[in-house]
């Protein structure tokens, strides 16, 4: 775990998203989820933060977002 723990939290940017999944599988802490969402394009099935406490600011999801889809942003 980095440093900057529990102060960054991840940003989705869905025109970006591929709607892989591999954020959601690769969190540690289980605290994302899909959810049906709408963008450019189309419904899918969207990595949201439905948890934000369980978040550690690992990077994680960031790093092995393959698009690059995710932006760490600090916590409010
Ligand atoms: S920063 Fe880490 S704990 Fe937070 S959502 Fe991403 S993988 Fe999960
Ligand atoms: S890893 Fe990146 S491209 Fe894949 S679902 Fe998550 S945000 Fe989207």
């Known amino acids: 775990m980095n440093k900057n723990a529990r102060k960054e939290k991840p940003k989705f ?30 419904f899918r099935r969207y990595p949201v933060l439905t948890d ?3 978040c550690i600011g690992c990077n994680a999801c960031e ?9 760490m942003v600090p916590a409010t």
């Open 13 to 42: 940017d869905r025109e970006v998203c591929i709607a892989c999944t591999m954020c959601v599988n690769i969190c540690p802490t289980g605290a994302l989820d899909l959810e049906i969402r709408n963008s450019t394009h189309g």
């Open 52 to 54: 934000a406490k369980k």
């Open 63 to 71: 790093q092995d977002c393959p698009s690059g889809a995710i932006l």
